[in-house]
């Protein structure tokens, strides 16, 4: 029986395909987007019922996934960076021009032509000024008098709750490169492993909240991520293989289940994430023309709020989804080609 390729084989074999990577995160974000309309449309007590009826078991894999897909590519970002301070000056212009952006837009684009309250108070009440912290990680989600009667009331952009843990992840991995331990990939998985066990034991015996695949933590979150970086730090050793991903896929999906053990799902789930992001699939010249992925992520909320104020046909979950879907794309391409592309530039600074 012929042995199956490690990762690393089979990465190195890819040059000059496209992967999957390019197309899973893009599917990725429409995927929030199609899930967060329940909210938009009907609240999130009615988007939690529907979650209790069966659509978490397919959503509770879209942030997950997300994270390793980001702990697995930024961790070949980091290992072909010469310092931790060129790693953290890429990692700042991919994210933070593009977000600056987005919260400038909605604070004096979106608020101003949403707000019920008169401009003069809108401009001096201290809630619009708060909103701009969102750019530093500090997130706001209220501007005054924005969207106070959609059902997800006063909420902007509900996205952007996981960017404090984003950064969070960033942080973790350059601590990780500071003392080298990403030099010792079986070194840092065995301590990976122990505190994932140690977690699960202690879930147990000590009271925890209900932080099954319906109710992710942002902790949590940071765990998938730290599995994405794991999976590429030992992709030399790991075979891929398509009968491991559909047992890691059972078994991430049961554990993503429960409230002791979805500790246990973020290498499943790794796995799982990584197969699929190193397949060969077609290329789609319009999904090639840049990474939509990040503005799709951004901008959202926001139209998903703007479609349910502003129109009625915004108002049902099918209308919302489409509306947005139309003015996202529109922003998504001005973000990555007026302010993502050309800020990378700027990575010549070092």
Request: aromatic content about 14%; some cysteine.
């Amino acid at each position: 029986m012929t042995k199956p390729q490690t990762i690393r084989e089979y990465m190195d074999s890819m040059v000059g395909f496209t992967t999957g990577f390019d197309y899973l995160r893009f599917i990725l974000a429409i995927a929030v987007l199609v899930w967060h309309s329940c909210g938009h449309t009907q609240g999130l007590i009615a988007a939690g019922e529907i979650a209790q009826w069966g659509a978490s078991y397919v959503t509770c894999w879209i942030l997950p996934m997300f994270f390793a897909l980001s702990g697995f590519l930024v961790t070949s970002s980091l290992e072909r960076t010469p310092s931790i301070v060129k790693f953290l000056w890429l990692r700042f212009i991919r994210i933070y021009p593009a977000l600056c952006v987005e919260v400038i837009l909605s604070a004096l684009v979106l608020g101003v032509l949403a707000t019920t309250a008169p401009l003069s108070e809108y401009f001096t009440d201290p809630v619009f000024y708060r909103y701009f912290l969102n750019a530093a990680g500090y997130i706001h989600y209220q501007l005054p008098g924005v969207f106070e009667t959609n059902p997800l009331s006063g909420i902007l952009n509900v996205s952007l709750w996981t960017v404090p843990y984003e950064l969070e992840c960033y942080a973790t991995l350059s601590a990780v490169a500071l003392v080298k331990l990403h030099h010792r990939p079986r070194v840092l998985l065995s301590l990976f492993l122990a505190l994932t066990m140690a977690n699960t034991v202690s879930s147990f015996y000590i009271g925890h909240p209900n932080n099954h695949a319906a109710n992710f933590g942002g902790r949590q979150l940071v765990a998938f991520f730290l599995a994405g970086v794991l999976v590429n730090l030992n992709r030399g050793s790991i075979p891929r293989h398509g009968g491991l991903a559909v047992l890691c896929a059972v078994l991430g999906g049961v554990a993503m289940y429960s409230d002791h053990f979805v500790r246990l799902a973020p290498l499943p789930v790794a796995y799982v994430t990584v197969w699929l992001g190193l397949l060969k699939p077609k290329k789609i010249p319009v999904l090639m023309g840049g990474d939509y992925s990040y503005g799709i992520y951004l901008y959202a909320g926001p139209m998903q709020q703007a479609a349910y104020y502003w129109s009625d046909f915004g108002k049902t979950y099918l209308g919302n989804v489409i509306l947005a879907l139309v003015a996202v794309s529109a922003f998504a391409a001005f973000s990555w080609h007026a302010i993502e592309k050309p800020a990378l530039k700027l990575k010549r600074l070092f």
